[in-house]
């Protein structure tokens, strides 16, 4: 059996002429397979690099963090909501002991969090140990003699360390 438009004498203007229905514009899928999901948002860079860090005493210390997609931001001292919906916070440092600085980004795709241990001390006691003895003035020698910047021994804060910084640590030091 042929079916041949000229042969059956079947015409477009014949009701057997028609779009078979599976032709008919096709209503878009809601799945699309081989479209990625919307991936959670990731963290790209964050500061400071240390996520156990030593600070002294009414120091000041600037965090940040950059994700790789806009998020809703919020940052956690010690588990209290700074309240801070940006990309950075600051904090000076007015108690000695260990604090906790955590981070949450947030969007519809999911969230992150990045958390330091932060470590406060007087500003004499490198390794924040609570005692200022030979263990901290070797500590700032070491960075005097290798010219390894070191922040906590920059006792005057002029971005070097030297014998200034030295004499400082062992005046206060047991
Ligand atoms: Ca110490
Ligand atoms: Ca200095």
Sequence with gaps: MFYNSVSTGISKASPEYSTPSFYASPTPSPY?????SNLSP???????KNPTPNYALN???????TTDQPVNSAWYLNGANQNNN??????????????????????????????????TCSPFDMN??????????????????????C???????????EVFDWVMVSGNSV
């Design 32 to 36: 699309f397979p081989g479209t990625p």
């Design 42 to 48: 990731s963290i790209t860079s964050f500061s400071p």
């Design 59 to 65: 120091s000041t210390t600037p965090f940040s963090v």
């Design 86 to 119: 940006t990309q950075a916070w600051s904090h000076t440092w007015d108690t000695e002991g260990q604090n906790n600085v955590t981070y949450v980004g947030a969007n519809g795709n999911g969230s992150v969090s990045i958390m330091w241990n932060v470590a």
């Design 128 to 149: 924040c140990d609570g005692l200022v003895d030979q263990t901290d003035r070797a500590i700032v020698w070491n960075s005097i003699n290798t010219g390894i910047y």
């Design 151 to 161: 922040q906590r021994c920059d006792i005057n804060n002029n971005t070097e360390v």
